[in-house]
């Protein structure tokens, strides 16, 4: 059936440094992919999103990168601070259906 | 604050019994999604509206039903409740059924006793 799943639980970065949060999909015919931030006790939060006639788009601070070949996307955060701590999920859906698929998420900790 | 209202915010019920649960979008949103987060399973997507039709269904029981009225709000029924239920409960919204960028509610806990 469709997923979409994470490659790493748990991410810890040094303050500082940049952070790249993987994810992998299954179905060929997505074609929208979001990434959400979801901080404890919030729901989750837009970050950036991209289409699948695309490679990369830049946000402020956050890079998305789209890898059809091998399926897989991945978002970068540049200087990661400590209010990036959350959970980060991806999703993907297809245009035709409405439908979102999410990630399990991943856990972003930011050691100071 | 993303614009999109829940209510209750928290909720305790026992085995058996049904809830509703609320949604208010942001102003001009037509769309409604509800999505079931638990920590086994991650979020999943139940159901989406379009301006009072529903447009989409996921992974929701035969048990939870939903609708959206004709001020946009939206109600989640989850009836004949069981333990498995407990998990959090959010609702989201968007400007037009194809527009893409959701704006998520804080969330309804549920726990089932």
């Known amino acids: 059936g469709e997923s979409v799943g994470l490659h790493l639980p748990t991410l810890s970065v040094q303050e500082g440094d940049n952070s790249i949060i993987n994810c992998a999909y299954s179905?060929?015919?997505?074609?929208?992919f979001i990434w959400y931030k979801q901080e404890s006790g919030k729901g989750p939060q837009f970050i950036i999103d991209?289409?699948?006639?695309?490679d990369k788009r830049q946000g402020q601070r956050v890079t998305v990168l789209l890898n059809k070949t091998v399926k897989h996307l991945s978002l970068q955060i540049a200087a990661t601070q400590p209010g990036d701590s959350a959970v980060y999920f991806c999703a993907e859906s297809h245009s035709g259906t409405y439908k979102y698929i999410f990630g399990t998420g991943t856990r972003l900790k930011v050691l100071a | 604050d993303s614009g999109v209202t829940q209510t209750p915010k928290h909720l305790i019920t026992a085995t058996g019994q049904r809830v509703t649960l609320r949604c208010s979008p942001r102003?001009?949103?037509?769309?409604v999604y509800w999505y079931q987060q638990s920590l086994d399973q991650g979020l999943q997507f139940l159901i989406q509206?379009?301006?009072?039709?529903?447009?989409a269904k996921g992974n929701i029981l035969e048990r939870f039903s939903a609708q959206q009225f004709p001020d946009l709000h939206s109600e989640l029924n989850l009836s004949s409740l069981e333990l498995g239920d407990s998990a959090l409960y959010f609702c989201a919204s968007s400007v037009g059924g194809t527009t893409y960028e959701q704006y998520f509610g804080p969330g309804t806990r549920l726990t089932v006793t």
């Open positions: 102003s001009g949103d037509l769309s």
């Open positions: 991209i289409r699948s006639n695309m």
């Open positions: 509206y379009y301006n009072g039709e529903e447009r």
């Open positions: 179905n060929s015919a997505s074609d929208y």
